[in-house]
């Protein structure tokens, strides 16, 4: 059996906010492997997780929520897939907002 991929397929956030901005930070992830149980992982200013099923080929969007602080803010996008030796690393992804006065 083939193992498990979790791609990051895209990002819907602005690329710039006002401090105090509620930012939706939406994370759009694809399966493009045979296993179905995923973690994605945000660390940098944004530290948080989901832990998911999602089927093979299948398509899901992971939202996220924070408010703008006063300085630009990097996040890092990390997915996990799972397999019997344990969680296996897949893909890093970066992604900023730029504080805008």
């Known amino acids: 059996m083939a193992e498990g991929f979790l791609n990051v397929t895209g990002v819907t956030a ?7 901005d509620l930012i939706n930070f939406t994370v759009h992830t694809q399966n493009t492997g045979s296993s179905d149980d995923f973690i994605l992982e ?10 998911f099923s999602l089927g093979a080929g299948l398509t899901k ?28 690393w897949d893909v890093t992804s970066v992604w900023g907002v730029n504080w805008w006065q």
């Open 14 to 20: 602005p690329t710039e906010a006002h401090n105090g």
């Open 61 to 88: 969007n992971v939202p996220f929520y924070f408010t703008m602080p006063d300085n630009n803010v990097s996040i890092t996008i990390k997915t996990f897939h799972w397999t019997e030796e344990g969680w296996v």
């Open 42 to 51: 945000l660390s940098g200013y944004l530290t948080d997780y989901s832990e």
